[in-house]
């Protein structure tokens, strides 16, 4: 079973994504590329992890490992600790979601644990304007394993 | 002559004060039984076929042809006749006083038009009512205030905009459907919150002067550009941050739902603001001036704002968990400040309005409460 972070497991969630199709459809549609930043926690052995992302309309079309963040050119980077995200997941396994103050919202917001990097606000807003679809995207983390 | 039974038949026109000479050409129509047809040859652009994409045939899909042509200067008729229609002659003109595409246009409008219709969602059937619980006193005080003043605020941006709305010239339709969805939102915010003030055992608390001396500067904007600075760059930014900061101070699920669903509505906004002002400020860069002053006076307000109870206390009690971690919740509160200012400033980069220099806005919250020596007593 492919785990958090590799491709394969966002793309499985991708396919989660579409057999869920009432549930994504009635978010409305969402047009982004995006990345996700993988920090390893301190003291951890390895490099971090970066994959790219892209949802168009109700689906998941791509995820892929990226060595440079310029020519995928994302919207906005979703970064986090390891120990950050691996805390997201195991609490989306236990209840379905994270808990109030563990969303990606919550967490961005804060900026401490979880952090936004872009290039033009306009872009980074994108975040925003899909973020039930995204939170509800990694909340299907729940069907699977985390790691 | 027809089955549709109309009352009183007899009656209708018995006392009008109108009489109509039929048509020439109705008359001949009746006489030979032979339509005219004359019409079928005098399409715009016969042949056209959209193709609808994966998410079904939108606004993109039909901008082909001259039908995607969007004129620098809008139709002189100034009426209602659709963009890319044969023009006749004699159309009435609505006055519109919007012609010059740069006043009004953003290159984003349309997609965000069909994102807007796309994600609409109901504030009686998408909001978990059922799992409202009661909550401590303080608490549910300071949610009522923040519902209160966010009641209060949200449909400025459905009043304000569509002022201008009807002196939009109709070529340039994509922005005032954008518009209207953005009426929409505000319709749904400004119901959301007062269900949510009402929802708890608690109901509304005190109106601001400050918040309606704010909505008033921005309904009496000089001009469309003017307000937009004011209303989506500063006004809306803001509260999208404090839509974010709603769902990061949420105290049950139910007010996540609500705060989540409303910060995406209003990134929109805040999305088409910013795109509109980078669109006439690189056609028109002298009107950055006339934003500047807009903004000038609207920061200003903001930070007198901030300088009330009702405004600052329900946020820190609700950020630090009550009100005996009041003192956390300013803490939060000031670190939060930093962003509402920096994502502010980005979105005026973003703009192509170098606001830096200018902006009034302290980046410590603390320093609110430092009056510079050469401080304006307004």
Redesign the interface.
């Known amino acids: 079973m492919p785990s958090f972070p590799e491709p394969a497991w966002f793309l499985a969630l991708g396919r989660l994504m579409e057999a869920e199709g009432a549930l994504f459809q009635r978010l409305g549609f969402a047009e982004t590329r995006f990345a996700v930043r993988v920090v390893p926690d301190e003291g951890s052995d390895g490099g971090e992890t970066l994959v790219g992302l892209v949802i168009d309309g109700y689906r998941l079309t791509d995820a892929k490992l990226l060595d440079r963040l310029e020519t995928f050119d994302p919207d906005f980077v979703i970064c986090a600790r390891r120990s950050v995200w691996d805390r997201m997941l195991s609490e989306i396994a236990e209840t379905g979601r994270p808990s109030l103050r563990h969303t990606l919202s919550s967490l961005a917001l804060m900026g401490e644990e979880m952090w936004l990097e872009s290039t033009d606000q306009l872009r980074e807003d994108k975040f925003y304007r899909y973020n039930q679809t995204l939170q509800e995207l990694l909340n299907l983390a729940s069907h699977m394993p985390a790691r | 002559m027809g089955t549709v039974h109309i009352k009183d038949e007899a009656r209708i026109g018995s006392e009008a004060k109108v009489k109509l000479q039929p048509s020439t050409y109705l008359q001949k129509l009746y006489q030979s039984g032979t339509p005219d047809l004359g019409w079928m040859d005098n399409m715009a652009e016969w042949g056209v076929r959209a193709k609808p994409g ?2 079904g045939l939108r606004l993109k899909d039909i901008q082909i042809g001259t039908y995607g042509q969007i004129p620098d200067q809008g139709g002189e008729h100034r009426s209602m006749a659709p963009r890319g229609a044969v023009i006749p002659e004699g159309l009435p003109s609505l006055g519109f006083t919007l012609n010059e595409k740069a006043e009004v246009w953003a290159d984003n409008a349309a997609e965000l038009y069909e ?1 807007a219709v ?3 969602w109901s504030s009686a059937r998408d909001i978990p009512w059922s799992e409202l619980k009661p909550l401590p006193d303080d608490l549910e005080r300071a949610m009522c205030q923040l519902c209160t003043f966010l009641t209060e605020v949200e449909f400025i941006a459905a009043d304000a905009p569509t002022r201008w709305m009807s002196q939009m010239n109709q070529d340039f339709f994509e922005v005032k459907m954008f518009l209207a969805t953005q009426a929409m939102d505000e319709a749904r915010h400004m119901d959301v919150f007062r269900k949510r003030a009402l929802a708890n055992g608690g109901g509304l608390g005190t109106a601001s002067v400050l918040s309606e001396l704010s909505l008033k500067r921005i309904f009496d904007a000089p001009s469309f550009s003017a307000q937009t600075g004011r209303l989506h760059l500063l006004g809306e930014g803001f509260v ?1 941050t404090m839509f ?2 709603g ?2 101070i ?4 139910v007010d ?1 739902e609500i705060f ?2 409303c ?2 509505d ?3 906004h ?2 088409y603001g ?2 509109h002002l980078r669109a006439q400020l690189k056609a028109n860069p002298g009107v950055a001036e006339e934003i500047h002053e807009q903004l000038d006076d609207a920061e200003r307000i903001l930070l007198e704002t901030f300088s009330i109870p009702e405004s600052v206390e329900p946020m820190a009690i609700l950020m630090g968990g009550g009100v005996k971690n009041f003192d956390k919740g300013m803490d ?1 509160q000031g ?2 400040w930093r ?1 509402i200012v920096h ?1 502010y400033l ?2 005026c ?2 703009a192509g309005l170098d606001r830096r220099p200018r902006c009034i806005l302290p980046t410590d919250f603390s320093k609110l409460v430092e009056a510079p020596p050469d401080a304006v007593v307004s």
């Open positions: 994966n998410l994102e796309a994600r609409q999208l974010r900061q769902e990061f949420a105290p049950c699920r996540q989540r669903r910060m995406q209003e990134s929109r805040v999305g910013t795109m939060l670190q939060l962003r994502e980005q979105r980069d973003s």
